[in-house]
């Protein structure tokens, strides 16, 4: 989330298994089909435009476009995703490549979560999907660099490719990621708790400490 009047920028990821999205679409699916029954798949779940009743959201209700939000939120937890998540206030950062920064942090802690599952014995290679935006080819270059030359805290070691961007139209999990993000972006921009609280406790932890979500 990037606009200049906006306190906080926010990234967020959902990790899911590779056998997953096909079940997650289909929850997602049917919260959309309330709103099109007959081309659910025409509806994208976006928290913003959900929740303020923009564009084709206008003439729904307040309390069906906000539970539609909190059922899909819950999707991540009933399907046992694992969120991650950076949290930055950009006065704090003033000269910084937020970006940049909100990239390094996500990704290193989504590698570390790769990294604890191969030492339990469960070796998997991750894959990052963006939404399209204007900063591809920034975003790739610094995870090449990340891979190769490191980044703060070591080198990335556990992804299989360098992001992949995808329209948002046609993935649920980019949507979904999109609604975490700005459950997040509510939390701590207005102290609105009402998403957040839905996922507040499926952010990557172990031994009962929380490592995928860095606020700063």
């Known amino acids: 989330m990037t ?35 007959h081309e659910p798949k025409s509806v994208e779940l976006h928290g913003s435009p959900m929740r303020t009743g923009a564009k084709r959201w206008r003439h729904v209700p307040f309390a069906d476009r906000e539970q539609a939000i909190k059922d899909a939120l819950r999707v991540v937890v009933t399907k046992q995703s694992r969120l991650f998540g950076a949290v930055l206030d950009k006065s704090r950062f003033s000269g910084q490549d937020v970006t940049q920064v909100a990239f390094e942090q996500v990704s ?47 080198r990335l070691r556990n992804l299989a490719e360098v992001p992949v961007f995808v329209d948002s139209e046609a993935s649920r999990l980019i949507q979904l990621a999109d609604l975490v993000a700005y459950a997040l972006y509510r939390h701590h921009e207005f102290n609105d708790s009402v998403f957040y609280d839905v996922i507040k ?16």
């Open 3 to 37: 606009d200049s009047k906006q306190r906080h920028f926010v990234l967020a990821g959902v990790s899911v298994f590779e056998r997953t999205p096909h079940w997650i679409e289909a929850e997602l699916d049917a919260i959309a089909a309330r709103f099109d029954a």
């Open 108 to 154: 290193s802690r989504f590698d570390q979560y790769l990294g604890r599952l191969h030492r339990q014995g469960d070796t998997q290679r991750g894959l990052i999907l963006f939404d399209k935006c204007s900063v591809e080819r920034r975003i790739q270059t610094m995870a090449r660099e990340f891979k190769t030359t490191g980044h703060t805290f070591g």
């Open 201 to 216: 406790n499926a952010f990557d932890s172990d031994g009962g400490e929380i490592h995928g979500l860095y606020c700063r």
